[in-house]
Nanobody, 121 residues
Framework: VQLVESGGGLVQAGGSLRLSCAAS????????IGWFRQAPGKEREGLGC????????YYTDPVKGRFTISSDNAKNTVYLQMNSLKPEDTAVYYC???WGWGTLPGLYHHWGQGTQVTVSS
């Protein structure tokens, strides 16, 4: 099982980025893909998740209305569209795969290496 995030970078406040999470090594169905982030000195924070079965999504309050998770099962890829970015969104962003619904890190058993997102003011 391998997850590879991409699409991070430097963006000005108010801008947008789209992160990708390319999955391999498992059949991309009946799984939950979650997005998380971790800023320096802070705990890993759950952002949301998507079901590969029916594409239902869940978002945590800090990103609800600004971030959107989508998937392309044919490409085994999940996306995190981030709009109206703020300096406090600066963090390393991770995707992970698991079976449980939600954003508790313990629900996920494989993680990507992360991609850095930096939002300048």
């Amino acid at each position: 099982v391998q997850l590879v995030e991409s699409g991070g970078g430097l963006v000005q406040a108010g801008g947008s980025l789209r992160l990708s999470c390319a999955a391999s090594g498992f059949t991309f169905d009946d799984y939950i893909i979650g997005w998380f982030r971790q800023a320096p000195g802070k705990e890993r924070e759950g952002l949301g998740c998507i079901s590969s079965t029916d594409s239902s999504t869940y978002y945590t309050d800090p990103v609800k209305g600004r971030f959107t998770i989508s998937s392309d099962n044919a490409k085994n890829t999940v996306y995190l569209q981030m709009n109206s970015l703020k300096p406090e969104d600066t963090a390393v962003y991770y995707c992970a795969v698991g079976w449980g619904w939600g954003t508790l890190p313990g629900l996920y058993h494989h993680w990507g290496q992360g991609t850095q997102v930096t939002v300048s003011s």
